[in-house]
Nanobody, 126 residues
Framework: QVQLVESGGGLVQAGGSLRLSCAAS????????MGWFRQAPGKEREFVAT????????YYADSVKGRFTISRDKAKNVVYLQMSLLKPEDTAVYYC???????????????????WGQGTQVTVSS
């Protein structure tokens, strides 16, 4: 059974940076798209970023485009989310997700992801 574990969350001031990591165990995810989602208190979970199975294709939510970068190290079975110029509205629990099916396209909808991490809290103070 694939397990995903996020790390790297914490408290940071507005304008600061954090790098989240998502480590997979129990199976290789090198053939699958990976994504990051977030959920703020009282709000629904929302898409943040996704990266294709090759690592060459990425897609971002408009709210984070130009500030966040998703990447993956297939050899280490790890996906990263580099977050810069953080804003208070970025405060949320961030979840890593892995698709369980090989797809040629990127995956934006959370319903298409098979595996989820437990989440890591990111808090941005103003």
């Amino acid at each position: 059974q694939v397990q995903l574990v996020e790390s790297g969350g914490g408290l940071v001031q507005a304008g600061g940076s954090l790098r989240l990591s998502c480590a997979a165990s129990g199976g290789t995810l090198s053939d699958y798209a990976m994504g990051w989602f977030r959920q703020a208190p009282g709000k629904e979970r929302e898409f943040v970023a996704t990266i294709g199975w090759t690592g060459r294709s990425t897609y971002y939510a408009d709210s984070v485009k130009g500030r966040f970068t998703i990447s993956r190290d297939k050899a280490k079975n790890v996906v990263y989310l580099q977050m810069s110029l953080l804003k208070p509205e970025d405060t949320a629990v961030y979840y890593c997700a892995a698709d369980g099916v090989w797809r040629r396209r990127l995956v934006v909808s959370d319903s298409e992801y098979s595996y989820w991490g437990q989440g890591t809290q990111v808090t941005v103070s103003s």
